[in-house]
């Protein structure tokens, strides 16, 4: 279960965050998630929902999670195009030298708090 | 509420945690390996190989084991046999070691007290986790063996992306698998450019002895 994994580091980054900024609550968390990341949301939010209850400061704290569209560029002709689509081979003249410009991300993008 | 931005990777606790844990080991004289692999690619063969062959180099060499696993010892007891200390840890079903759980084996270790002075951390069996999460080690080594299939780079790339080598075991099976050796290393150096790779069977010591000199000249490095 990997997504735990990420779940517990989460939760120390934001306990940190709140003892340093002297929060009492966050009530939401915006994760900023890649298409390609390997993250399977669904149980990322059960992980999530089952992990924040033994933190007192993210008691009610929402997951809220926006989806990183996965590109790759191509080295040979340049262009980029959608990775989920076409994968690994360039449509426009496929190559298969081609590399991920994003959507391998797991960005902690920002907490409403007080 | 105010709204508060951090843009910060969801695991840059645990970067910041394995960089502190580097930075003591290596003052300590501590070198520290994390060896990946899928289950069954022949991780303990390949270090128990290592260790009497290290030992046989330099006799007084203090070497340890830590075996991320989710359950049982059948491996520690193996490793022991060979004279290397070595301790067993339960993950409790997690799916890859972090810095966290790297410092706590070392402490159960005894590590820190100053030998051994080359650590291999065997990390749970799976290409996928362990790729993701810095352990604080100092070389990343991942093992993919013959059976497996030269079509691995393609489909776990991050592993082979985050590895300073790859070690190619069984290659004493070559006549039975349509491994093609050629295509895995070029798909594996597309990924990095950087990365070593070393064709080995621990069973013939082929190539053996190439990966061992690499690795006591990056130990002697630290």
């Known amino acids: 279960m990997h997504e735990m994994g990420i779940i517990i580091h ?48 993210l008691q009610d704290c929402r997951l809220i999670i926006e989806t990183i569209p996965a590109v790759t560029r191509c080295s040979s002709c340049g262009q980029d195009y959608e990775t989920v689509k076409y994968g690994r081979e360039c449509p426009y003249c496929h190559s298969g030298e081609t590399w991920l410009v994003q959507g391998n991300e797991c960005v902690i993008k920002q907490i409403e708090a007080e | 509420m105010k709204v508060i931005e951090l ?56 070497i340890g084991v830590m075996e991320a696993d989710i359950a049982s010892d059948v491996d520690a007891a193996a490793i022991e046999a060979l004279g290397a200390k070595s301790i067993q840890v339960h993950t ?59 079509d691995k780079p393609l489909k776990y790339p991050l592993m082979f992306a985050e590895s300073d080598a790859l070690i190619i075991t069984k290659m004493d099976a070559a006549p039975y698998f349509d491994f093609d050796i050629d295509a895995a290393c070029r798909r594996a150096k597309a990924l990095n450019p950087d990365i070593a790779v070393f064709p080995v069977s621990a069973k013939t010591r082929d190539g053996m002895q190439e990966w061992e000199a690499w690795l006591l000249e990056k130990a002697e490095a630290l």
Do not use: Q
């Open chain 2, 7 to 62: 843009n910060k990777n969801a695991l840059s606790s645990n970067d910041a945690d394995a960089e502190i844990l580097r930075g003591e080991l290596k003052e300590k004289g501590i070198f520290l390996i994390n060896l990946m692999s899928a289950a069954g690619s022949g991780k303990t063969t390949l270090i128990s190989r290592t260790i009497t062959d290290l030992r046989e180099r330099e006799p007084g060499l203090e």
């Open chain 2, 92 to 150: 409790g079903g997690c799916c890859h070691m972090d810095a966290v759980m790297t410092r706590e084996s070392l402490e159960a270790f005894g590590a820190f007290e100053g030998s051994p002075r080359i650590i291999f951390l065997e990390n749970v069996g799976n290409l996928i986790c362990p790729a993701e999460f810095d352990t604080g080690a100092h070389l990343k080594v991942m093992i993919l063996s013959l059976p497996e299939g030269d």
């Open chain 1, 10 to 57: 989460l939760a120390k980054t934001l306990e940190d965050t709140a003892r340093e900024e002297g929060l009492v609550r966050i009530g939401s968390v915006t994760l900023r998630v890649g298409e390609v990341s390997g993250i399977v949301t669904d149980y990322f939010e059960d992980c999530w929902n089952y992990f924040k209850k033994r933190h007192p400061v």
